[in-house]
Every structure is written in structure tokens, then in C-alpha cells.
């Protein structure tokens, strides 16, 4: 089945640590999106990617870092300079050009002990 | 970074009532998007409105793009218990320039029994 898969769906690191979230996607989309979330909160944009080798910071991207060698995978890392990083990440693809809807995958709750 | 206005921010209604929401943004979208969340999970989209003036409905739901292009709502009829989530609004401006798609700051609804 296409679609975006998120892993792990629960990860426990201790504070100072560097941690890598997994986001695949199999729907041949060209865009990728990470947000976070935060309880009671909206979604934040941490950083999107419109093509393959290239990528953006959105609005909070401090303490993160990204990469985008193949146009399936945008992993995602919180490096130990991300001073709250305890919350619930989300990835997201769409199709390049025109308005288009974005489709999420299930999500990584991220805490830090 | 925006994020987009929501209100309310929670709503806590009898099943078989009616719900409305609408989102506000102070710049124009060219594409409004409707989002339900589960607790734990990704959104799921629900609605896509791509033009001023738009009515669009899916089952239950309906939802409008507003004439400004600054605001949509969306409204939920005779209300079940599985419309209990959190719902987004997310405005694209991709024509413009803007690769970022922007969300809300979500309205939890909660039905009593």
C-alpha cells in the first residue's frame, strides 16, 4: 500500500543525545514536511524539502538538522541543542506544483529522560 | 513563523448537535485545507477547497472558503462520537511562492455523554 511511514513510533532517549527519526514515503511525492507538536498546541514547521539535495528551514528549526539524499527519505534529527525536545513529530508529502493536499504519517513521540 | 487563528480552541457539545469552526489568517491562501486528528495518530485529510467561494461537502461535513480568501470553516452535522479529535485548518500559498504549508492551532472537540 503507498503511503508515509514513520518509525519508530515511540522513542526514549536520555538528554544530551543526538536521535534520528525515520519518515519514508512510497507515493512518489516530491515535497516533505517535519512538524511538531506540542500538547494543547498547533503544528509547528521544523523544516521542508521541495526536491532531492535540497531542503528549508521553517519556523523552528534550532536544534534540528535533516537531509534528503533520496526523494523517499527525510530523516529527521534532534541534535543535543534542542533545548525541549520532548513532544510528537510528524512528517508529512505532497506533490510538487500546483495546491495540493499533504498526507501525514502516524507520527513519533519523542521523549527525553 | 504563522500560524493560522482557530477558533474555538475546544468545544464540548452533545452527540447529535451541530459544530462550527473557522479559521482566520491576516494573508491569503489559495488552498484551504480541513484535518482531523486521533489522539496518537497523524491528521487525516477531510477537505479541500481551492476556490473563493467554495462549498464543499463530505458526508457529515461541509466547508467553505471564504470570498477574502483570509478565512474558511468548516462545520460537522448531528455530531457522533467518533468526531471526537482535534481539528486543523492548513492554508497553502504555493502560487505565491510559499512552499510552507501553514496549520492552525487546532479546535479539540469533546462530546458528553
Known amino acids: 500500500d503507498g503511503g508515509i511511514t514513520q518509525s519508530p513510533k515511540y522513542l526514549f532517549r536520555k538528554e544530551g543525545q543526538n536521535v534520528t527519526l525515520s519518515c519514508e514515503q512510497n507515493l512518489n511525492h516530491d515535497a516533505m514536511y517535519w512538524y511538531r507538536q506540542d500538547p494543547g498546541q498547533g503544528l509547528r514547521l521544523i523544516y521542508y524539502s521541495q526536491i532531492v539535495n535540497d531542503f528549508q528551514k521553517g519556523d523552528i528549526a534550532e536544534g534540528y538538522s535533516v537531509s534528503r539524499e533520496k526523494k523517499e527519505s527525510f530523516p529527521l534529527t534532534v541534535t543535543s541543542a534542542q533545548k525541549n525536545p520532548t513532544a510528537f513529530y510528524l512528517c508529512a508529502s505532497r506533490t510538487r506544483g500546483g495546491s495540493t493536499e499533504a498526507f501525514f504519517g502516524q507520527g513519533t513521540r519523542l521523549t527525553v529522560v | 513563523g504563522q500560524q493560522l487563528n482557530q477558533s474555538p480552541q475546544s468545544m464540548f457539545i452533545q452527540e447529535g448537535e451541530d459544530v462550527s469552526m473557522n479559521c482566520t489568517s491576516s494573508?491569503?491562501?489559495?488552498?484551504w485545507l480541513w484535518y482531523k486528528q486521533d489522539p496518537g495518530e497523524g491528521p487525516v485529510l477531510l477537505i479541500a477547497l481551492y476556490k473563493a467561494g467554495e462549498l464543499t461537502s463530505n458526508g457529515r461535513l461541509t466547508a467553505q472558503f471564504g470570498i477574502t480568501r483570509k478565512d474558511s470553516f468548516l462545520n460537522i452535522s448531528a455530531s457522533i462520537p467518533s468526531d471526537v479529535g482535534i481539528y486543523f485548518c492548513a492554508g497553502d500559498a504555493r502560487s505565491f511562492g510559499n512552499e510552507k504549508l501553514t496549520f492552525g492551532t487546532g479546535t479539540r472537540l469533546t462530546i458528553i455523554p
Open positions: 494573508s491569503i491562501f489559495n488552498t
